[in-house]
Nanobody, 126 residues
Framework: QVQLVESGGGLAQAGGSLRLSCAAS????????MGWFRQAPGKEREFVAT????????YYADSVKGRFAISRDSAENTVYLQMNSLKPEDTAVYFC???????????????????WGQGTQVTVSS
């Protein structure tokens, strides 16, 4: 399986920005669709964004559409999540995940992803 390591979390004020990174290693990066998910205390893990193996297709949760942008850099084997206009309700642990292209298309379903990072905390103050 591909190994994933997130970075870039931290504390931001409402209206501010953060950029998360997820470095992949161990497998061919282009063989994976990539996704970002988040989990707030006491809540289930929820979909944030996903990007196809070549970067041509991206999908977002309605709650982040227009504020967040997912991208990937094949030369760096890294997927990014640019988060703008942050809100306190964006506070959560953010996880990146990989889904092998052999398993199907990009999806919002976390059960469909077979590799996960350890997560990075994002806290947005009001």
């Amino acid at each position: 399986q591909v190994q994933l390591v997130e970075s870039g979390g931290g504390l931001a004020q409402a209206g501010g920005s953060l950029r998360l990174s997820c470095a992949a290693s161990g497998r061919t990066f282009s063989n994976y669709h990539m996704g970002w998910f988040r989990q707030a205390p006491g809540k289930e893990r929820e979909f944030v964004a996903t990007i196809s193996w070549g970067g041509g297709n991206v999908y977002y949760a309605d709650s982040v559409k227009g504020r967040f942008a997912i991208s990937r850099d094949s030369a760096e084997n890294t997927v990014y999540l640019q988060m703008n206009s942050l809100k306190p309700e964006d506070t959560a642990v953010y996880f990146c995940a990989a889904r092998s292209i052999w398993r199907g298309s990009p999806t919002e379903d976390p059960e469909a992803y077979n590799s996960w990072g350890q997560g990075t905390q994002v806290t947005v103050s009001s």
